[in-house]
Nanobody
Framework: QVQLVESGGGLVQPGGSLGLSCAAS????????MYWHRQAPKKRREWVAG???????SYADSVKGRFTISRNNAKNTVYLQMNSLKPEDTAVYYC?????????WGQGTQVTVSA
């Protein structure tokens, strides 16, 4: 089992920046890829970014060039740096890890982009 705790959400103005963190505990040795997803009100949850155990990254087109995913394996933490935020980035952001063939999810953190 892997437990995930996200932090760093909040309210930010359009064009601003915000950083999210997700700390993993439990069976951390089995963690491979780490991801961020988001779910806006009345919309499906969507994948935002992913990072492999080797550090390769990938992004949804909607956030490419604005968001950066990174990880610190020593701290068992994945990060999402979000720049040039737009109102349409408003959502609950979830981290997810792959471990031992299973997917584990955090509880989510709210990000609101509004003037």
């Amino acid at each position: 089992q892997v437990q995930l705790v996200e932090s760093g959400g909040g309210l930010v103005q359009p064009g601003g920046s915000l950083g999210l963190s997700c700390a993993a505990s439990g069976s951390i040795a089995s963690i491979t890829a780490m991801y961020w997803h988001r779910q806006a009100p009345k919309k499906r949850r969507e994948w935002v970014a992913g990072i492999s155990s080797g550090g390769s990254t990938s992004y949804a087109d909607s956030v490419k060039g604005r968001f950066t995913i990174s990880r610190n394996n020593a701290k068992n933490t994945v990060y999402l740096q979000m720049n040039s935020l737009k109102p349409e980035d408003t959502a609950v952001y979830y981290c997810q890890v792959a471990a031992a063939g299973l997917a584990f999810w955090g509880q989510g953190t709210q990000v609101t982009v509004s003037a």
